[in-house]
């Protein structure tokens, strides 16, 4: 048929709106040869010419009987409204959260609980094929259990979407869907302790942002291990780019990790005298976002639950009181106040400062120490080591880089010992992997976290495109049967402008070892380096900002704290003092420090990375590598 008969008098197509996204409309004057426009009436009945090109022409809408169908792939017309045209009318007209894209599942978020998750829901799809029933997680799921059982083959279910989307939640339908149908055939519980994990997680890994009151600021990927009869015998799980920043600053209406607000809830409780908490006001690691409070959530009966799979995965009620005691010190760490000297290039803090009494007293750590090297760094060159005071800037950032890396310290411990508990010694035949992990992310301020979160969602994008794109198309030109290439956007160039060799975090480690690299030099680097880049744009009324065209949407990062967070520079001197800490689990924490970078994943890594070159031992801060460094390295 050709173009000339497809957009007909009659025919029905999609145009762009500024309000609507896309609207409908008819046309009601046959396209010919040379036209310049197209006689259009839409669904108020006006009458538009809308201008046309033989190669820029509306998408044509498809017939109404095709409309509200369970899968995408059945649409004659697959292209942006179409899709988004079906979806709504599912969920508005039938109440319908979940389609099928092939292989995919589209989920929408309600933001309600729904009726459809419960028991006698996961045994009606036990059993059944993907396509035999409505589109739900739980049929995803019986896929994937399915195939690990049938074709002997390991599987992973990748949840993905931008932030507030639902994939948390649908990642923990996923979990007890094998919990359920995958049951451990002996009194174990081991499925339990699998999702007993969740509560704990998300205590201390989720918080509110202003797009969703319960946001994971952490990846995870959590394989579920099964027998040779399939049942559950364990599991293992691996956590990624944990937002370390939020732990001592939260922008307006967004709140610090949720483990804060359960502790300061449950301040009254008598085990808890002494940690001298209160009201999570009075903390200003838990007050800058504003009003601290979730509606419909009730952080004292929350913090019931973590304790609950605390004791459930087995950690000790003396190691529940070590963590909390640990929790409640970066509180009072945020607290203590350090004030400029005279001379402005000197700070101290006040004689008898009681959060810094506190926070000595709860780590079990020497005080007068403390005092000293919140304020002072050491210094050494070829021929002395020195003692410098930080001015009242450095002091700040760098008591904030203590607390954040006392948190991810003992973020990593807590991950250890859920996976202790979720271990077995039983050999495993199978798994199925869950991974979930941040959504794209844009606001109104993006900064260096952003950049991190962004940058692993391009590379999940293209996992996704490789996967059912490219590795699709290659097999049926294997078997040779007939098949129309499709164009789909290889995001591959945005990555390379990221990670390449001079890419954005090359450029940015580079600034980071200049003696007095700024962020407004990196940004002037960016600009001359990547001016021309077709997903690299510098704003037109900023210097200090830059655009990346992601697959996603454009984002403007602001560079202001770049390099800062990618340095994340803790003092030598006062890791030794925790590490000399009269507590066993609190100087555990920092034992291995040297080796305290992200876990590196397994299997050949694309990055070939450089050595430093050997410069002079630095006792002032630990050797490791710069944030981005080890972001690049974790999502390989």
Not at 212 to 240: E, L, P, V
Not at 264 to 281: R, T
Not at 291 to 304: K, L, P, Q, S
Request: net charge negative; aromatic share 10%.
């Amino acid at each position: 048929m050709s173009v000339y008969e497809l957009y007909s008098r009659y025919t029905r197509v999609w145009i762009p709106d500024q309000e609507e996204v896309w609207i409908s409309a008819e046309i009601i004057k046959d396209y010919k040869e040379g036209d310049k426009v197209l006689q259009l009436k839409l669904e108020d009945e006006s009458v538009v010419e809308y201008p046309v090109s033989p190669t820029s022409l509306p998408h044509l809408r498809n017939p109404d009987i095709l409309v509200g169908e369970n899968d995408l792939t059945a649409l004659s017309y697959l292209h942006e409204p179409a899709v988004l045209h079906n979806l709504k009318v599912r969920f508005l007209e039938s109440n319908h959260i979940y389609t099928y894209c092939g292989i995919v599942l589209v989920a929408i978020n309600p933001y309600e609980q729904l009726p459809i998750y419960g028991e006698d829901v996961i045994y009606a799809y036990s059993g059944q094929n993907m396509g035999d029933m409505d589109p739900h997680i739980f049929a995803v799921a019986e896929e994937a259990y399915k195939q690990m059982a049938r074709d002997e083959k390991n599987q992973s279910i990748i949840v993905s979407g931008e932030s507030g989307a639902g994939k948390t939640v649908s990642a923990k339908y996923a979990m007890r869907y094998f919990a359920t149908v995958g049951g451990s055939a002996s009194e174990t519980n081991v499925e339990e302790k699998v999702l007993a994990s969740s509560p704990i997680m998300e205590a201390i890994g989720n918080a509110k942002t202003t797009r969703n009151d319960n946001s994971s600021r952490f990846g995870k990927y959590i394989q579920i291990g099964f027998d040779k009869r399939y049942h559950i015998i364990g599991a293992n799980m691996r956590t990624y780019l944990l937002e370390k920043s939020r732990v001592v600053f939260q922008a307006e209406d967004e709140r610090n990790y949720h483990i804060f607000y359960q502790l300061c809830a449950s301040a009254g409780l008598p085990e808890f005298a002494d940690l001298s908490l209160s009201q999570a006001e009075e903390f200003f690691y838990t007050s800058q976002g504003g009003d601290i409070a979730i509606d419909g959530v009730d952080d004292a009966d929350d913090f019931e639950k973590t304790r609950q799979a605390f004791t459930l995965l087995g950690v000790k009620e003396s190691h529940q009181m070590s963590i909390f005691r640990i929790i409640a010190s970066i509180l009072h760490l945020g607290n203590i106040e350090i004030s400029s000297e005279r001379d402005g290039e000197s700070s101290s803090l006040s004689k008898g400062d009681k959060s810094l009494n506190h926070f000595c007293t709860l780590l079990g750590v020497e005080h007068d120490q403390m005092e000293h090297w919140l304020c002072h760094r050491k210094l050494v060159t070829t021929s002395e080591t020195y003692v410098k005071s930080m001015s009242v800037q450095q002091a700040l950032n760098a008591r904030n880089a203590l607390a954040k890396h006392i948190y991810a310290q003992l973020f990593n411990w807590i991950v250890q010992h859920v996976n202790k508990a979720l271990h077995t010694t039983s050999k495993q035949h199978s798994f199925i992997g869950v991974l979930d992990i941040y959504g794209f992310e844009t606001f109104e301020i993006n900064s260096f976290e952003q950049f991190c979160i962004n940058y692993a969602n391009e590379k999940l994008q293209q996992q996704f495109n490789s996967h059912v794109f490219k590795l699709e198309q290659e097999e049926y030109m294997k078997e040779q049967i007939p098949w129309t290439l499709i164009d789909f956007y290889d995001n591959q160039p945005c990555i390379d402008l990221i990670e390449a060799k001079l890419g954005i975090l090359d450029l940015l480690d580079e600034e980071c070892k200049v003696p007095k690299g700024t962020d407004q030099n990196w940004a002037q680097k960016l600009y001359d380096r990547h001016g021309s880049s077709q997903h690299f744009k510098k704003p037109r009324m900023s210097n200090v900002s830059f655009i990346v065209v992601h697959f996603a949407d454009m984002v403007e990062y602001q560079c202001d704290g770049f390099l800062e967070k990618n340095r994340d520079t803790i003092y030598e001197e006062q890791i030794n003092i925790l590490k000399a800490s009269k507590y066993q689990l609190v100087a555990d924490l920092f034992q291995d420090d040297k080796n305290a970078s992200a876990p590196i994943s397994s299997g050949k890594s694309k990055i070939n990375v450089r050595p430093a070159k050997p410069a002079i031992k630095s006792a002032n801060k630990e050797h490791k590598k710069t944030v981005g460094h080890q972001v690049r390295i974790q999502i390989v």
